[in-house]
């Protein structure tokens, strides 16, 4: 187990038309604690793959360093670093039997084979490979070889961490929410750093605790699932994370005569805290960004005297729930309606409760400005 840390990290694959470094990570600093499960969740492009090869030691970084319980890694090679890397198509020996493939990782660093089996038999275990060990690989589904790759990842428990990109891509998707299921579980049991890489929210919180999202060769957030839904750092995670994603709407921040401020989206005025207020009154923000979830739209059954009044545009079924659309100041917005909730047509009473219209600033959270607490 490691504790892996990227430090001012930043690489290049090369330079664009006009001679300047073109970035497919751009610099950070970033730790994956030790013996924690995490997701790197981005789309594609964002340079996930990138990362996870400069951490394995397939891509050298073009600046920055690689450190392993604080020990810099940079100069060490793939085998050498103690890192499994599952891929995202599955990388067996095909003459071999599924026995053997297990066996490989631990027969490639000396492990006596007493020790081999029982760790064999406990992985194949776990992934249900037991009845199969005998078969050679090249006669398994695209699923077992994938689950077989898996198991190579996971027999020697010397490892550093496991690190997985995209393992399920190739997974049937019936089979894909039982095997996150069990690497979740695999975790628990042998408490190893893993980082699994994906562009499926889901399958990023159903197996990580912490999940570092990823956007244009940066981690714009790095929470729990409940932070990036309740408190998006950036946009971003926002408009990325929750189906729908979050609404967003550009306002501005007027400074009125008396001194104080206030948000405006054309002629409606957004309420916001003072401390809020006053922390963009402090940034000289004069634009800013509002951003709330379908989920936290308040839509009153009648008339309502702090609400927006707005235009219906459609409601869609999805079964369970529906999703109410309408025009908010010609902007098209979303809200979750519950189930028991009134389908409303026509003209319609929204609000957007305070605590979850969230305030950005170039793309980045603003929080509110904390008083400082008079020590005397
Ligand atoms: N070998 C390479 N040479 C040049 N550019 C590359 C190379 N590999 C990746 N890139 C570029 O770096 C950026 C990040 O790519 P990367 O594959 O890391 O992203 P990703 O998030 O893993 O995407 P995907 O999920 O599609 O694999 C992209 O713009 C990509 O075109």
Redesign the pocket.
Do not use: D, Q
């Given at each position: 187990m490691a504790e892996i840390t990227l430090n001012s990290l930043a690489h290049s694959?090369?330079e664009k038309s006009d001679g300047q470094k073109e970035y497919?990570i751009r610099e950070m600093t970033h730790v994956w604690g030790q013996g924690g499960a995490f997701a790197l969740l981005?789309?594609?492009?964002?340079?996930?793959?990138?990362?996870l090869n400069i951490i394995s030691g397939l891509l050298e970084p073009s600046e920055g360093e690689v450190l392993f319980d604080g020990k810099r890694v940079n100069e060490l090679k793939p085998e050498e670093r103690n890192i499994a890397q599952v891929f995202q198509f599955p990388v067996v020996y095909d003459t071999m039997s599924v026995y053997d493939n297990l066996a490989f990782p631990l027969r490639n660093i000396g492990v006596p084979e007493y020790k081999v089996r029982s760790k064999v038999h406990e992985v194949a275990e776990i992934l249900e490979l037991t009845d199969q060990l005998k078969r050679k690989a090249k006669g398994l589904s695209a699923d077992q070889k994938q689950k077989v790759s898996m198991g190579r990842g996971l027999v020697r428990d010397d490892v550093s961490a496991i690190l997985f990109d995209?393992p399920l891509t190739v997974i049937d998707p019936q089979l894909k929410w039982k095997l996150r299921r069990k690497l979740k579980q695999i975790h628990e049991q042998f408490n190893i750093t893993m980082v699994y890489?994906t562009?499926d929210q889901l399958e990023a919180s159903t197996f990580a605790d912490k999940i570092a999202v990823?956007y244009n060769?940066q981690i714009v957030q790095f929470g729990t699932p409940r932070e990036l839904f309740e408190n998006p750092a950036h946009t971003f995670v926002g408009y990325f994370i929750g189906s729908p994603g979050m609404n967003f709407f550009d306002a501005d921040l007027i400074q009125q005569a008396d001194g104080t401020s206030t948000i405006l989206f054309g002629d409606y005025q957004i309420t916001a805290s003072q401390a809020m207020l006053s922390q963009l009154t402090d940034m000289q923000a004069s634009k800013v960004t509002l951003g709330i979830r379908p989920e936290f739209v308040h839509v009153w059954d009648g008339k309502s005297d702090d609400a927006f009044k707005v235009e219906v545009d459609y409601v869609e079924d999805l079964g369970t729930y529906k999703i109410l659309s309408f025009l908010f100041n010609g902007q098209m917005m979303k809200a979750r309606l519950s189930e028991d909730q009134k389908v409303p047509s026509g003209q319609v009473y929204v609000s957007f409760p305070e605590q979850w219209t969230k305030v950005y600033v170039n793309d980045y959270l603003v929080e509110p400005k904390q008083e400082t607490q008079d020590a005397n």
């Open positions: 694959y090369g497919a981005g789309p594609s492009g964002c340079g996930k793959s990138t990362l995209e890489v562009h990823m060769g």
